[in-house]
């Protein structure tokens, strides 16, 4: 068995960013009362619609942005989920290409009690986190705003973008973002959690953001930032599509010299355990390092990927764009995809056995068409967390872990057909499971006690669909989550109606 490690030197910056206070005009409020109550005259019925009476009256906002399952566009977009358990069978596709479509529909959504679905890139694994059965499927595909402001210090990108074409906008400009890394993946990422390539520096990607212009249940559009909304905007950071439809984002841009240094190193399983240290000492000696610069070799500190002998190095200088389609290479779309996520302390021997255990538990589903395993460790050091603070704060609840680096483990499988779900999935769940056990048993679980269990903190957007993320964030965080629920959702319109996904606990 062969694994990849992928490297990422920065290139950019002398000085850490210095995290300027998130001032964003004061809100735009666009009332759209008027217009539901016209709907519902025009287009409303008297009762609950069904799903297909639903398509009828969304079509009837505009014809252009609605396909039916005989359509070419339906099947193509029904199609574009990473992991095929997310191709479920909408009753119709809904592209609205402005924030007010958007009002619109969930104006005429509400009122006529019809489900939907909130669709960025497609890329979450869980079924129905994006796609819905019977119901409508909303793309956010069309509203693709992408405007750089005036100072070069934020961009403000529509919720149709993916990380492609962000880095692909900003790389001229000698900027980025923190977002993913990945081309194809989408702004739900910016609702999650998010792990860019400078996330040492400059913290998660919700932290990075400065102000997500929502569509909320009442069909108004606001802003959510550090002044306006700000209990809905650090909601945000981490809520997903529980309080609202982002129709755009705008982030905190970092400028760098023009280009990245990196790209995937190969090594040979027999090195397993040299690679496990070096990500060890990556997690834990990266912590002061703010890296930056435009460089051409590997600086001192990322040696030790060096010394362990690769069979492939693809690291050279480029631009972020190129790096983030590199990386999806080998992540196609349409295989049947499973992951679970859970938070350690960083510790070496604990890294070490966690790659060893995975390695034999992949040995037993190798008869499986297609099946591949994939472990990664994604490290959340102190100096983002406090990043994360100093831009706001989130909901994710990581400011307890002090001094030490937090450790992102995730475990997924991929393979080619439905029909061994039975076989693998139970059984992923189990293996998982008992590595929690270990690390809760070498004290080394990040965990809190909430009074509904004890949870290790999930990150939304590596969870699987039955871990209870929102719960992870601990005790305060789940307060502050409810109280925003009631204030800007009270009738639960994103829990009811927009059932998929990562959703607030309902109390029993
Ligand atoms: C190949 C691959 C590479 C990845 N790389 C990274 C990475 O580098 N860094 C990282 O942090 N994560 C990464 N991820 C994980 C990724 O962040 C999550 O899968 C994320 O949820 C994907 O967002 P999406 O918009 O593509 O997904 P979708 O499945 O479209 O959306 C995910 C959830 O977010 C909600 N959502 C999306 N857009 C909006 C919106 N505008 N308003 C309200 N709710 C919305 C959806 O309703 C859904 O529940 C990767 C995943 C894959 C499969």
């Known amino acids: 068995m062969r694994f990849n490690v992928f490297i990422y030197i920065l290139p950019g910056l002398s000085d850490p960013i210095k995290p300027s ?40 906002l505009s014809a252009n942005m609605v396909f039916m399952p005989n359509t070419f566009t339906y099947a193509t977009e ?44 497609g890329h979450s694994a869980i079924p129905g986190a994006a796609n819905i059965h019977h119901g409508i499927l909303m793309p956010m595909e069309r509203l693709k705003r992408f405007d750089i402001s005036d100072d070069k210090k934020t961009v403000v990108v529509g919720a149709g973008n993916l990380m492609g074409d962000i880095y692909e906008g ?34 998660l990607a919700v932290d990075n953001v400065i102000n997500y212009e929502v569509v909320l249940a009442n069909a108004t559009i606001v802003n959510a930032n550090a002044t306006d909304n700000p209990d809905l905007f650090r909601a945000l950071k981490g809520g997903s599509n529980n ?18 240094y990196g790209g995937i190193l190969y090594y040979n399983e027999s090195y397993l355990d040299r690679v496990s240290d070096v ?35 693809t690291v050279h ?101 439905l029909e061994d779900i039975e076989e693998v999935l139970p059984a992923h769940d189990e293996f998982v499971k008992s590595m929690i056990a270990l690390a809760e048993s070498r004290g080394l679980l990040h965990r809190y006690i909430v009074d509904t269990g004890d949870y290790s903190y999930s990150m939304l957007t590596y969870s699987g669909f039955d871990q209870p993320v929102i719960e992870s964030y601990g005790p305060e965080n789940m307060q502050k989550i409810v109280a925003v629920q009631d204030a800007y959702d009270p009738d639960r319109v994103f829990q009811r109606l927009v059932p998929g996904g990562q959703k607030i606990p309902v109390p029993t």
Not at 38 to 44: A, K, S
Not at 113 to 121: N, R
Not at 177 to 203: D, H, K, P, T
């Open 21 to 60: 206070p998130a001032i964003m005009p004061s809100s735009k409020l666009r009332r759209f009362n008027f217009l539901s109550a016209t709907l519902f005259g025009i287009l409303g019925l008297a009762r609950a619609a069904t799903s297909a009476e639903c398509c009828a009256l969304v079509s009837q």
């Open 78 to 121: 029904q199609a574009d989920f990473w992991s095929s358990t997310e191709q479920l069978s909408p009753s119709c596709v809904f592209f609205p290409d402005t924030p007010e479509k958007v009002a619109e529909a969930v104006s005429l959504f509400v009122q006529n009690d019809c489900k939907w679905s909130i669709k960025g890139g």
């Open 170 to 203: 900003l790389d001229p400009h000698n900027l980025t973002a923190m977002i993913g890394r990945y081309q194809q993946v989408g702004l739900g990422v910016a609702v999650g959690a998010g792990f860019s390539y400078l996330v040492n520096e400059n913290g």
């Open 243 to 260: 309080f609202g439809v982002v129709t755009a984002f705008t982030f905190l841009t970092v400028s760098t010299e023009g280009s990245v």
């Open 279 to 313: 990500i060890y000492d990556y997690h834990v000696r990266f912590n002061p390092i703010a890296y930056n610069k435009a460089v051409n070799a590997f600086p001192e500190i990322f040696q030790g990927w060096l010394d362990i002998p690769t069979y492939g190095n």
């Open 317 to 417: 200088n480029r631009q972020y764009y190129d790096l983030s389609v590199e990386l999806e290479n080998g992540f196609p779309n349409g295989l049947v995809q499973e992951q679970r996520v859970f938070t350690v302390y960083a510790d070496a021997q604990l890294y070490k056995d966690l790659w060893a255990h995975f390695h034999v538990w992949c040995q037993g589903y190798q008869h499986i068409p297609g099946f591949y395993g994939l472990h990664v460790n994604m490290p959340i050091t102190a100096r983002a967390v406090h990043e994360g603070i100093n831009k706001g704060g989130n909901i994710l609840g990581l400011e307890g872990a002090g001094n030490r680096t937090l450790g992102t483990i995730y475990f997924g499988v991929s393979f080619n057909n």
